[in-house]
């Protein structure tokens, strides 16, 4: 049996030790104060259950508390900043699963621009114009025509406006290019091309390629066409970025990665210039796949060229193709379209 005066002093111990794990245990409370505190406000926690609350605390990006005004008083210190909301409707960030965030900044800052309902003669004034400011034999790289038209597109309604320039223009779906007879040359398609798998060129009576291509084709053209500079990219993501940002976007699956892209982002990260979470889409199998399903497959052997996963960016995603799109284009349907075509 113990002794009297053991008992008391184990008490003894065992009090003082709870003591201090109670004194500990507030000072760690203590400790933790937010970086800032929104308060008087109508927030939406889109949990489960639809919760709306009046005030939220965060610290290094994260919630930490989320209740109502006098809740934040324990996470409040001298170095919080609050900010009275005054009723005003708060809610998460938006995530855009699906964009081309990049590729719509450059066509913003340097496309050749028309209106998707443009007609051919829109598009021809509109490509002349940009061929104009052109020295002789640089691209022009232009948007957005209305794949409706691509059945009767032609590269000579491109050579009329722009002769000496490659022209190479996108279309509404993502999906169609429309090249005139220099870029046709430039990216050697020829009678005697083949398909590609995932792609096709569409053609003529006598086989000769009209000017429209669709999906895998297009790399063809973006093997030999001249890429945006580093300087072009980083501006096109910082101009895209902030007008999501602006709209509430603080996240993007983007649906299109490359390395020069990814360059871009972590740039941009670096210097504190980046302020919305990426999710990277390589292309495997999609039109602007440059390199073989193998090759792109070894960047996934090891992070030597993709990188880490940092507080932003996640490199780690993939794209692939499984069809293509309505007009008859690859898009598998069991019954005849709706315009006719198979």
Not at 123 to 132: L, M, N, T
Request: aromatic share 8%; charged share 25%; with cysteine.
């Amino acid at each position: 049996m113990f002794s009297s005066s053991f008992t008391r002093s184990f008490f003894a111990l065992f009090l003082a030790t709870c003591a201090l794990l109670s004194v500990s245990s507030q000072l760690a409370a203590e400790a933790v104060v937010a970086d800032t505190v929104f308060r008087n406000g109508d927030i939406h926690t889109i949990d489960t259950l639809g919760s709306r609350v009046q005030a939220v605390a965060i610290k290094d990006g994260k919630f930490i508390k989320v209740g109502n005004n006098d809740d934040m008083k324990a996470v409040t210190g001298k170095g919080t900043e609050v900010i009275n909301l005054h009723g005003k409707m708060v809610m998460p960030g938006i995530i855009d699963t699906h964009i081309h965030a990049v590729r719509g900044g450059l066509g913003q800052l340097y496309f050749c621009q028309f209106p998707v309902e443009s007609s051919v003669e829109q598009i021809q004034a509109a490509v002349k114009k940009c061929a104009a400011k052109k020295k002789k034999g640089e691209w022009i790289e232009g948007k957005t025509f209305n794949s409706a038209m691509a059945k009767k597109l032609t590269a000579a309604m491109l050579d009329k406006v722009a002769p000496d320039n490659p022209v190479y223009l996108h279309d509404d779906t993502n999906h169609l290019g429309w090249l005139n007879t220099a870029a046709l040359k430039a990216a050697k398609i020829t009678k005697d091309t083949p398909d590609p798998a995932g792609g096709s060129i569409n053609r003529d009576s006598s086989g000769n390629p009209t000017g429209v291509i669709h999906d895998a084709a297009a790399a063809l053209v973006i093997k030999v066409m001249t890429p945006p500079t580093a300087d072009e990219l980083r501006k096109s993501a910082q101009w895209i970025f902030d007008k999501l940002n602006a709209y509430g976007v603080t996240g993007a699956i983007l649906a299109q990665m490359d390395q020069g892209r990814l360059d871009a982002y972590r740039a941009m990260e670096k210097d504190g210039d980046l302020h919305i979470r990426l999710q990277g889409s390589w292309d495997f199998n999609t039109r602007y796949a440059t390199v073989t399903i193998d090759k792109m497959a070894a960047r996934f052997a090891t992070r030597d060229k993709r990188g880490p996963i940092s507080d932003l960016i996640n490199p780690d995603g993939v794209k692939i193709y499984a069809d293509g799109v309505w007009l008859g284009y690859g898009s598998p349907f069991i019954d005849m379209y709706e315009t006719g075509e198979t």
